[in-house]
């Protein structure tokens, strides 16, 4: 579903000249339709620059979390869900704990220590 909704934007953009402000942390998404990237941590944007400059070549470690993690999810892919588990609602907070789970995100990490602003 992500990809077919990605796949529409894209396609508006190039027929319209189209511009979108997106706010992420998947930054394989952002790759796939940003011609720029501007990565804010601590509300400081800390990096910005063409998309395939910040991919490919992070000057943070904010940045570099990012972009490893992104590599990471589509080497991976989503993660198995076993048949026998009960459904959960989602939630904003549930959803990123399991993330930062599935990424090997530490706490620390998660609040941002140990990064210089």
């Given at each position: 579903?992500?990809?077919?909704?990605?796949?529409v934007?894209?396609?508006?953009?190039?027929?319209?000249?189209?511009?979108?402000?997106?706010?992420?942390?998947?930054?394989?998404?952002?790759?796939?339709?940003?011609?720029?990237?501007?990565?804010?941590?601590?509300?400081?944007?800390?990096?910005?620059?063409?998309?395939?400059?910040v991919?490919?070549?992070?000057?943070?470690?904010?940045?570099?979390?990012?972009?490893?993690s992104a590599?990471?999810?589509v080497?991976?892919?989503?993660?198995?869900?076993?048949?026998?588990a009960?459904?959960?609602?989602?939630?904003?907070?549930?959803?990123?704990?399991?993330?930062?789970?599935?990424?090997?995100?530490?706490?620390?990490?998660?609040?941002?220590?140990?990064?210089?602003?």
């Open positions: 579903m992500q990809a077919a909704v990605l796949e934007l894209a396609d508006q953009r190039d027929r319209t000249g189209t511009s979108y402000l997106f706010i992420s942390h998947d930054l394989a998404v952002v790759g796939h339709l940003a011609d720029r990237i501007a990565v804010m941590y601590r509300g400081v944007i800390v990096e910005q620059g063409p998309a395939s400059d991919l490919r070549g992070p000057s943070h470690p904010y940045t570099a979390l990012l972009v490893e590599s990471r999810l080497a991976a892919g989503p993660p198995a869900t076993p048949t026998n009960p459904a959960r609602p989602g939630g904003c907070l549930e959803d990123h704990l399991d993330a930062r789970a599935y990424l090997g995100i530490t706490p620390a990490q998660a609040r941002g220590e140990g990064f210089a602003a």
